[in-house]
């Protein structure tokens, strides 16, 4: 059977959605579920103040939730003290550490997509969470 140019895009199209879909689901998926999965298989140790920002490799937003800090094998979960719900994984967060850390006496501002101020979130304590032995 021959596909017709009109036939294949809407084959492609199709194929698109199915790929699509489970990025789509995961993202609808409630903010702490996520974060979670994120932190399964790992323990909680002694909340610190202070992380160093050379050692941060990434860092992810889980709305209205936490941001969780990868610094090497570890992951740090922030839960801000206050305007936590300023956080959307789609923002861009700036920060102004002091000395090369980031505290819990930060304030990191939320800039959307565009470059605009979309709010600010006092950071908490961070908390490290290391893959249990």
């Known amino acids: 059977m021959k596909l017709t140019s009109k036939r294949r895009m809407i084959a492609?199209?199709?194929?698109?959605?199915?790929?699509?879909?489970?990025?789509?689901?995961?993202a609808k998926k409630d903010p702490e579920v996520r974060l979670a999965e994120r932190l399964e298989g790992r323990v909680a140790g002694e909340p610190v103040?202070?992380?160093?920002?050379?050692?941060?490799r990434?860092?992810?937003?889980?709305?209205?939730t936490a941001i969780v800090f990868e610094a090497g094998s570890?992951?740090?979960?922030?839960?801000?003290?206050?305007?936590?719900?300023?956080?959307?994984?789609?923002?861009?967060?700036?920060?102004?550490?002091?000395?090369?850390?980031?505290?819990?006496?930060?304030?990191?501002?939320?800039?959307?997509q565009s470059g605009f101020?979309?709010?600010?979130?006092f950071l908490g304590d961070f908390v490290p969470y290391k893959k249990a032995s």
């Open 117 to 121: 101020y979309s709010g600010s979130v």
């Open 74 to 112: 570890t992951l740090y979960v922030n839960r801000p003290d206050n305007g936590a719900r300023a956080l959307r994984r789609s923002d861009i967060m700036v920060t102004r550490p002091t000395i090369n850390r980031l505290c819990n006496i930060d304030t990191v501002e939320m800039r959307d």
């Open 58 to 64: 990434s860092s992810t937003i889980y709305d209205r």
């Open 12 to 26: 492609a199209a199709a194929l698109v959605g199915l790929v699509a879909a489970p990025a789509m689901a995961a």
């Open 49 to 56: 103040r202070c992380i160093d920002t050379s050692r941060i």
